[in-house]
C-alpha cells in the first residue's frame, strides 16, 4: 500500500495533491522502483487477434510467429478455452517476441495474465471488469481498450479513459457467434465523433475491408481472415493494401 489516504503503489501524485505530502511522492516512487513511461495505442491499419481453434492446427505461437513476421504493430492475446497456466506461459513468450518486434500486446479479459507478463494492455469487453477496476489495477502508463457496441458505450469509454475502443461487430461473425452486428451506422458514428483511436471488428476480410475502410475505419480489427488463412504474411500484405486504395 501506498502511504494512507495518497495513493496506491505506481500511482502518480496528480489528483492527491492537497493531501500528499512530498515523503508520500518519495514512498511511491521508491515502492514503484522504476520510472514508466505511458505506452502509446499505435497508428496503425490492422489489429491482429489469435484464435487457436480457427488456426488450421497451428500453434498459436506459431501463427504470432507469422503475425509478425507480418510487420503486425499490435496484436491481441485472445484464447477462450485455455487454462491460466497454459495463458500465462504462452503469453511470457509472445511478450518476448512482440517486444523484440516492437509490436504493443494487449491480453484479452484476463488483467492478472497481463499484468505477470508485462504486456503493454488489456482488452475488456462490456461484461467484463469495469475500466476503472482494470486501471486501479494495472496503473496509468498501460493501454486500456474496451468493446463497444454503440455510441453510448463508446462515449462511457472515452469518458472513462480507455486509450481505444473497439467498435463492431460490424457484420455477425462466427468467432463471436451471437453477437448482433451493429452495421455500417455505428462505424460511422465512431469515425465522425470519437476522440481516441477505435479499432473496427467483425467480420472484416479481404471482401469487406476496402468497404469499411471507406466508411473510416483507419484501424481493423481481424481474428479469422488472417488466423484461418494459409499464407498469413500474404493475406496481412494484401488486407493492408486494400485498405489503403480504399483510402486513395
Ligand atoms: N470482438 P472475426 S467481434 C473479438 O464486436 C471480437 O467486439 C468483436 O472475429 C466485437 O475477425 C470479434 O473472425 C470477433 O470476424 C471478430
Redesign the pocket.
Known sequence: MGVKGHHAPGGDCKGAAPLCPPEACLASFLNNGRFRMRIPFPDTDIYA?T?SR?SRGRSTLEVVRLMLEAGIKVLQY?EKDKDGGEMLRECMEIRALTRKAGCCFIVNDHVDIAMLCEADGVHV?QTDLPLAAVRRLLGRDRVIGV?T?AWSEAEQAMAGGADYI?V??I?A????AG?TPVGYAYLERAAAGCTIPFVV????NLGTIAEVARRGARCC?????ITMAEDIPGTIAALRQRMREARL
Do not use: E, M, N, W
Not at 461473425?173 to 463471436?176: C, D, F, G, L, Y
Not at 471488428?201 to 472484416?204: A, L
Not at 480489427?221 to 481472415?225: L, R
Open positions: 487477434l484464435d480457427q485472445r469487453g468493446s457496441h473497439g463492431g461487430p457484420f461473425t462466427a468467432t463471436k453477437a471488428i467483425g467480420g472484416i480489427g481481424v481474428v479469422s481472415a
